[in-house]
């Protein structure tokens, strides 16, 4: 199995198991993050709204993702199927389009979420970082 794939299989099962449901429950009590954008997406073969925590970076026109696993990922195989998404920030929601940007520098991008450890963080999970832009509508 290659590194890339061992990352991409142990970040999904941590994302899972630990990191989703302890974001989802903080965000219940009211304690959230400038850093955590929620994503929702329509489910490529379900067509059902799926809804996911990242790290993210909102300006007046929309906001950037970065997703590690690039298109590997769930909800980046959603959004190459359907463009159209939702995020809330804050505890606004917004539409939008999100499009890949893969000239988009990926490291440099991370460090705007949080800054070096954020990006450190981030450059430790991933196996094929892809840059993603959400237009607001």
């Given at each position: 199995m290659s590194d890339g794939l061992r990352k991409f299989k142990f970040e999904?099962?941590?994302?899972?198991l630990v990191m989703n449901p302890v974001v989802a429950t903080l965000d219940k009590l009211g304690v959230r993050s400038r850093l955590i954008v929620?994503?929702?997406?329509?489910?490529a073969k379900t067509g059902l709204a799926r809804r996911v925590p990242l790290a993210g970076?909102?300006?007046?026109?929309?906001?950037?993702?970065?997703?590690q696993?690039?298109?590997r990922a769930g909800w980046a195989h959603n959004i190459a199927v359907h463009p159209e998404v939702r995020v809330r920030v804050n505890d606004q929601w917004r539409t939008g389009t999100a499009t890949f940007e893969p000239e988009d520098?990926?490291?440099s991008r991370a460090r705007t979420f949080g800054g070096t450890a954020?990006?450190?963080?981030?450059r430790a999970?991933?196996?094929d970082p892809i840059s993603v832009r959400i237009t607001y509508r």
């Open positions: 999904r099962q941590l994302g899972r929620e994503l929702e997406t329509t489910g970076r909102a300006d007046e026109n929309g906001v950037w993702v970065i997703s696993h690039g298109r520098d990926v490291r954020t990006a450190l963080t981030m999970m991933e196996s």
